[in-house]
């Protein structure tokens, strides 16, 4: 069974939910959810966006009311009814990923003000705030100057505040909201240390992350929802990303490399000795029309900026394009596009979509010729049926083709991204980092997207810094650093540690 | 902060919400309209009368076509402050060609190449300040402002601050004259609109003029020529500035550089007052023409009214911003109900 990690025997549960339920008019957002944690235990809520996780944490907190029928105990006593200022005077604190501090203000007193909150006398004791501030900060084993304003702050020493915020108010049950998400490799770490840090003192830690390794790093179990249901809790010992990814997202996923491919059509694109001083230099290699080439290597290795100069938005200052047999000299992007060469920016925020304009917009601003009708004035009716033939065969989840793009899931944004670049019917598509900002489900979509696209002979350029991206789905795979070309690898040939460890040395 | 003030200009409900539908943005400014006209017939029984309407279409077409040459610019993120100079420009154009024709004798030979060389002049201002912004990056504020000077002071050179006058009467008929009881101005305004709408709505530079306004680089990166597409906004700006400039001339058979230049602020105001973004990339035209109605009803009403001209200036800066600050209200009692 799926509870096999929830025996009594560890000793009395803080906190047990059975049969949540929680609607919202007509949309389920939970449904018979189980939920439990133990004094001091580290555990981990894991689903994809909109599975749920951020209606649970409210009902747990009292912003939200569960339906009648469900069972909620803290210590074993009859919580429901609860009220958001009850939740808190019984240790339960939530961290939002945005933090709710107060930039003005400084470290003492954002850490203390929740204690200040309603305290009487009605006068603040600046002494007495910093007394305790640097108190809890001792017992984080962390050191923040009291007063300095928040706002200065790193993104992680404001988590830090927040966290001591939480502790200020004799937290037992701390919930946190994708702390990693804006922190480095180096930070999260340091924040890892810490949630083991709160877990020693025996305070319970419920942590939310899209990053697969880190949840199953940082906690003992892991409670799955998906599409508002509880899937299970399962012990993190002896999970992989792989499974985890498969019980989040409902389908399994096809974790092999490609077959090495035999056959060698000829190129369509070679790249001879490219160089652009100060970004790349002396670059080589071709690429076949039905081919995967992925390209990694660490940020600032020069990956990008050779893509812009493949896409003619820069120019380089020596080297060869060879398109189709033939010299390519590009005088803009506009060249580029009308060759047959596509670029999906890794920047989908500012350079990949128009964001506040419609999702029809989008979808046809790169093909505004094609939909020329009488008098060369744009026909509304070409649009519509280019727009609906996109979306439908890409199949975009959308309200309605004039809703701005903005509304859009980071997943089918980047499916209008790939439709207003298939619409102009490239040979060579460039992927620059096509699954940043998407749901694990949505990446496996969008590569499911990419390989079909291969079999029907587009070429396509990945670009990616994650080496399992590349890996799985790439039928070579280039590696650049400090702008050059260092080494190839065919994965079918060779592991996905050897590549990992090739990036990383 | 500026999240509240974009939402107090441009009354949308803030970024990410759809958009009012077009039907319904209209509507809200006919009610306007209507409510006003019932106000002013309520209080005057000479409101509801021929000569309100006339006064009202001969004066509507200037501003109007100014804020025509405004609203594409606004539209693409800019502003053109030269509007009002480029009209007087151009209107000295076709006053220098009609004088060197024969002056009030001069006939239709002379006044179709003044015409022409008054577009053109208009179209050549729109594109040198367009290329500037295009090629350049300069802010267009910036850039316009500069048009601007450059213009004034160019126009009081050449014509020693004075006004260049005595047309022939087909000049003056362009400005008070009627087809069929029309006033020629208002046919002239309305073919603009047309135009305007057209080429908004159902070109492929219009069609980049809405993305450019929205994020440039997005849009240059969808391979759109937006250094073209920048350039062209000018330049119909300065060629509808010309049309302005004619019908002004027209209407007060002389050219003085400065006519008009009480009109500048009132044309942004108008945009807005027609639901344009003020940072760009949303705008119609329709809204924008209802929105210039209601000022001119206004105008027009207190006028009848014997209100003072500067009090009713003063009423024109009044309504727009409470219209803003409705819409603001407006936009969280509809946030919160969704």
């Known amino acids: 069974m799926n509870n096999d990690a929830t025996t009594d025997e560890r000793g009395p549960y803080l906190l047990r939910l059975e049969h949540v339920s929680k609607r919202f008019g007509g949309v389920q957002a939970l449904d018979d959810i189980s939920f439990n944690i133990r004094p001091g235990e580290v555990l981990c809520l894991a689903g994809e966006n909109g599975c749920g996780k951020s209606t649970l944490i409210k009902t747990i907190s009292g912003v939200h009311r569960p339906e009648p029928g469900a069972v909620m105990e803290w210590e074993g006593q009859d919580m429901t009814g609860l009220d958001p200022a009850r939740a808190r005077a019984m240790g339960i604190q939530v961290i939002w990923q945005d933090l709710a501090l107060f930039p003005e203000m400084s470290v003492a007193e954002n850490i203390a003000f929740e204690r200040n909150l309603g305290a009487r006398p009605r006068v603040v004791d600046a002494a007495a705030m910093r007394r305790e501030a640097g108190a809890i900060l001792e017992r984080l084993g962390v050191s923040i100057p009291l007063d300095a304003p928040v706002r200065s702050l790193s ?73 508002g249901r509880y899937v299970g809790t399962y012990s993190t010992e002896g999970m992989t990303q792989a499974r985890l990814t498969e019980l989040m997202t409902g389908s399994s996923f096809d974790y092999a490399a490609r077959p090495e491919r035999t056959d060698r059509p000829a190129p369509i694109l070679s790249v001879k000795n490219l160089t652009r001083e100060g970004e790349y230099r002396d670059v080589s290699f071709d690429i076949a029309p039905g081919e995967v080439v992925g390209l990694t290597g660490r940020l600032g290795s020069g990956r990008t900026e050779l893509a812009l100069s493949l896409f003619g938005m820069t120019r380089p200052d020596a080297g060869e394009i060879i398109w189709q047999g033939r010299p390519l000299r590009l005088q803009s992007n506009r060249d580029a596009i009308r060759a047959g060469i596509a670029y999906v920016s890794e920047d989908r925020l500012s350079l990949g979509l128009v964001q506040p304009q419609s999702i029809a917009d989008n979808t046809v601003v790169t093909v505004l010729d094609r939909l020329l009708g009488p008098g060369k004035l744009l026909s509304p009716k070409k649009k519509k049926r280019l727009v609906d033939d996109w979306i439908d065969r890409l199949r975009v989840k959308i309200g309605a083709a004039g809703d701005p793009v903005s509304t859009l899931s980071g997943g089918n944004q980047q499916r209008i991204v790939l439709a207003k670049w298939l619409a102009t019917e490239p040979k060579l598509l460039i992927l620059d980092s096509p699954t940043v900002g998407v749901d694990v489900g949505a990446r496996a979509g969008i590569f499911a997207i990419v390989d079909q696209l291969a079999k029907d002979g587009l070429a396509i350029l990945l670009i990616s810094d994650e080496a399992p991206e590349v890996y799985f789905n790439a039928d070579r795979i280039l590696h650049m650093r400090d702008g050059r070309l260092i080494e190839e690898f065919i994965p079918a040939r060779t592991t996905l540690d050897h590549v990992e460890e090739a990036i990383h040395a | 902060m500026k ?90 154009v076709l006053a220098w060609v009609l004088m060197w024709g024969g002056g009030a004798d001069a006939g239709l030979t002379a006044l179709i190449p003044a015409i022409i060389l008054a577009l053109v002049s208009g179209a050549v201002i729109g594109w040198v300040l367009g290329a500037v912004v295009a090629y350049t990056g300069a802010h267009p504020i910036l850039a316009s402002l500069a048009m601007m000077i450059f213009l004034r002071g160019l126009g009081e050179f050449l014509t020693r601050g004075g006004s260049v006058s005595g047309f022939p009467p087909e000049v003056t008929w362009l400005g008070q004259g009627n087809v069929m009881g029309i006033p020629v101005p208002l046919v002239i305004f309305a073919l603009c609109v047309g135009i305007w709408a057209l080429i908004l709505t159902r070109t492929r530079l219009g069609f980049a003029i809405y993305q450019l306004g929205s994020n440039l680089e997005a849009t240059r990166y969808s391979g759109i020529n937006t250094r073209w597409a920048l350039t062209m906004v000018y330049v119909l700006s300065g060629i509808m500035c010309a049309v302005a400039g004619i019908v002004m001339a027209s209407r007060f058979n002389s050219v003085r550089v400065g006519h008009g230049e009480a009109y500048l602020l009132i044309t942004v105001l108008a945009c807005f007052l027609g639901r344009v973004d003020p940072f760009g990339g949303f705008g119609r035209v329709a809204p924008v023409i209802l929105a210039l109605v209601i000022l001119q009803v206004i105008g027009s009403g207190l006028n009848l009214l014997g209100t003072n001209q500067h009090l009713a200036t003063a009423l024109w800066g009044g309504i727009l911003i409470s219209v803003m600050v409705m819409r603001f209200i407006w936009g969280r009692v509809a946030g919160r109900m969704r």
Request: overall charge neutral; proline content about 4%; hydrophobic content about 55%.
């Open chain 2, 3 to 92: 999240q509240i003030l974009a939402q107090l200009l441009s009354g949308k409900p803030g970024p990410g919400a759809a958009s009012v539908p077009a039907a319904r943005e209209n509507l809200a400014l006919v009610a306007v309209l209507f409510g006003l006209v019932v106000l002013f017939s309520a209080i005057s029984d000479r409101f509801l009368t021929g000569a309100t309407f006339a006064s009202i279409a001969y004066q509507l077409p200037e501003l109007g076509l100014l804020t025509l040459a405004m609203l594409i610019p606004i539209l693409s993120g800019g502003l053109n402050l030269a509007v009002t100079f480029s009209a007087n420009i151009s209107g000295l």
């Open chain 1, 155 to 227: 993104i992680a020493n404001r988590q830090l505040v927040a966290i001591a915020r939480a502790l200020v108010a004799d937290a037992r049950l701390v919930f946190m909201d994708e702390p990693t998400a804006s922190l480095s490799q180096k930070e999260t770490d340091a924040l890892i240390a810490i949630v083991r840090r709160l877990s020693e003192q025996n305070i319970a830690v419920v942590f939310v992350s899209h990053r697969l390794a880190e949840v199953l790093e940082i906690s003992s179990r892991v409670t799955v929802l998906r599409d």
